[in-house]
């Protein structure tokens, strides 16, 4: 009997030495194979991303890789700060992390001029996985010119680089008024895109003019289709001309 006790106990101790081993093993490989998170510009695919990102500020036009601001829908301002979101492909933590960017610039634009330069290293906020990442332009030398810079992640701080197609995103700024995103729906009203136009319009409808999510149709856009035909009017009435001395016009046939 005390022989079995005795073996029954090695035993026991044999097994609990082996289940700790394989548990040490396990800890050991999760520990080897756990690299940096990733991190990735959250850049709005989709319609519906455009119009859940549009509901926190609708003065933002988006472009392919490009988010489209214009100085031109607020006489006051002197600035603006533009946010775009970052994501990390991994867990929140309970301190900050810092993530690597590089800037380029286009069409003459300067850092300490037209906007604020950036930090090489950003951080991301503690107990985040979505954090912003936050751009001042001042409203300077933008008139005839859009001001642009590029926005590249790059591996460094505490993440490497994530998706491929979501590493760059480029913020044009401007104070003339660019072409908004509803605008080719609506081509066989207004026409040919052009800020006069545009401009006129806002005067008409008011706000910013916009015509998103509407389509030229008496049945659903009434009030809008009838606007325009005071703007053809406005047109046909007064001589409005772009810079080539062209006569600007409002095709609109409804």
Same mark, same amino acid.
């Given at each position: ?8 106990k ?13 548990f040490?093993?396990? %800890? ?5 194979? *756990?690299?940096? /998170? $990733?991190?990735?510009?959250r +850049?709005?695919q989709?319609?519906? !991303? ?5 509901k926190?500020?609708?003065s ?5 890789d490009t ?13 603006r ?8 492909g991994?867990m ?10 590089e ?6 634009t ?6 604020e330069a950036?930090?090489? %290293?950003?951080?991301l906020?503690?107990? *985040?996985?979505? /954090? $912003?990442l936050?751009?001042? +332009?001042?409203?300077r030398d933008? !008139?005839?010119?859009a001001?642009k ?10 993440f ?16 003339i ?21 545009y ?15 509407k389509r030229?149709?008496?049945?659903v ?5 009838t606007?325009i ?26």
């Amino acid at each position: 009997v005390y022989k079995l006790d005795t073996m029954k106990k090695l035993h026991y101790i044999l097994l609990g030495i082996i289940f700790a081993s394989m548990f040490a093993c396990s %800890e050991a490989d999760k520990e080897m194979f *756990k690299g940096p /998170d $990733s991190i990735c510009f959250r +850049f709005p695919q989709t319609s519906d !991303d455009i119009d859940e990102y549009r509901k926190l500020d609708s003065s933002l036009i988006f472009r392919e890789d490009t988010v489209v601001y214009s100085f031109a829908f607020d006489m006051e301002a002197t600035e603006r700060v533009i946010c775009i979101p970052v994501q990390i492909g991994g867990m929140a933590t309970g301190h900050e992390r810092t993530y690597m960017i590089e800037v380029e610039e286009y069409n003459g634009t300067q850092a300490g001029v037209h906007y604020e330069a950036l930090r090489k %290293e950003q951080v991301l906020g503690a107990e *985040k996985t979505t /954090d $912003s990442l936050r751009v001042k +332009f001042f409203r300077r030398d933008m !008139d005839k010119v859009a001001r642009k810079i590029g926005l590249r992640i790059k591996t460094g701080g505490d993440f490497v680089e994530g998706a491929q197609e979501r590493l760059f995103l480029a913020i044009q700024v401007s104070d003339i008024l660019e072409k908004p995103s509803w605008w080719d729906n609506w081509s066989d009203c207004f026409g040919t895109f052009h800020p006069i136009k545009y401009r006129e319009w806002i005067k008409i409808y008011g706000g910013t003019g916009d015509l998103t999510g509407k389509r030229p149709d008496w049945w659903v856009a009434p009030l809008e289709l009838t606007l325009i035909l005071e703007l053809k009017e406005l047109f046909e009435r007064e001589e409005f001309y772009d810079e080539n001395n062209v006569r600007l016009t409002i095709p609109c046939t409804h």
